[in-house]
């Protein structure tokens, strides 16, 4: 049984920050991707970050200079550094992973189950 678990969410004012952080478990053979994504009300699913295995990262336009995107290779983790939090951050984030699992050659999509982000006065 493979497993990713979010920890970290919770409320917050504008202008502040939330670390988020993923671990994955289970019968895992490798990690290609780690990254985070989210839904806001009324809203689709967008990235927000990613990074690979290699450390190369991507992350959307509207967290470019305010969210880091850090991973543990060893421990199979990855953390969302969010700073200067805005209204428009409140989402439900989820982590992602793109693994291949033990005996396995094919990589899957693997999903967290969410938590939850708001940022409100």
């Known amino acids: 049984q493979v497993q990713l678990v979010e920890s970290g969410g919770g409320l917050v004012q504008p202008g502040g920050s939330l670390r988020l952080s993923c671990a994955a478990s289970?019968?895992?053979?490798?990690?290609?991707?780690m990254g985070w994504f989210r839904r806001a009300p009324g809203k689709q699913r967008e990235l927000v970050a990613t990074?690979?295995?290699?450390?190369?990262?991507n992350f959307a336009d509207s967290v470019k200079g305010r969210f880091t995107i850090s991973r543990d290779n060893a421990d199979n983790t990855a953390n969302l550094q969010m700073n200067s939090l805005q209204s428009e951050d409140t989402a439900v984030y989820y982590c992602?992973?793109?693994?291949?699992?033990?005996?396995?050659?094919?990589?899957?999509?693997?999903w967290g189950q969410g938590t939850q982000v708001t940022v409100s006065s």
């Open positions: 992602h992973a793109l693994m291949r699992l033990g005996g396995s050659w094919r990589f899957n999509d693997y």
């Open positions: 289970g019968s895992i053979r490798s990690i290609n991707v």
């Open positions: 990074i690979t295995s290699e450390g190369v990262t």
